[in-house]
């Protein structure tokens, strides 16, 4: 016989599990130092990558006034910029993406515990179930013992 309880806690997990668990398992895979820091390298790859090619863009762009003014002085004025721009965006970069690590793991990690309570619900419905069953056949072999003497 079905139990109509156990089928609702049931789908109610697998709706969670579809919703939920492609944010859930990346981070619970790791402690929380490792999950930022893997975070944190993947988020400097990106901005090197992208400002580098923010900066190769520029330089196409503008190459015909670079070469008019073409003296080592405004080169070196331009690179020192650069690097300063690059290391400022790059320490807001980074602490946004240490934000953002923070909260989605944070977010993870209690999407878990429901989880988790979810799965322990369903195991004590079982249990009792399977425990009920036991009792039931228990006392159905006494009933027959005492019934045959």
Not at 17 to 24: A, C, S, T, V
Not at 71 to 93: E, K, P, Q, T
Not at 101 to 121: C, D, I, P
Request: glycine share 4%; hydrophobic share 40%; with cysteine.
């Amino acid at each position: 016989m079905l139990n109509e309880d156990k089928i609702k806690l049931m789908a109610g997990i697998s709706f969670f599990e579809k919703r939920e668990g492609k944010h859930i398992r990346p981070a619970n895979r790791y402690f929380m130092s490792d999950y930022i820091s893997s975070r944190m390298l993947h988020a400097f790859f990106s901005y090197t990558f992208c400002y580098f090619l923010v900066v190769v863009i520029w330089m196409l762009y503008s190459m015909e006034s670079l070469l008019d003014t073409a003296s080592l002085d405004l080169v070196m004025n331009h690179v020192r910029s650069a690097c300063v721009f690059y290391v400022i965006g790059l320490v807001g970069y980074l602490a946004i993406a240490v934000h953002v690590a923070k909260s989605r793991y944070e977010y993870a990690r209690r999407g878990m515990k429901v989880y988790v309570a979810k799965l322990r619900r369903l195991e004590k419905r079982y249990e009792f179930q399977s425990r009920t069953k036991e009792l039931t056949k228990e006392g159905s072999r006494h009933d027959d013992a005492t019934t045959r003497t």
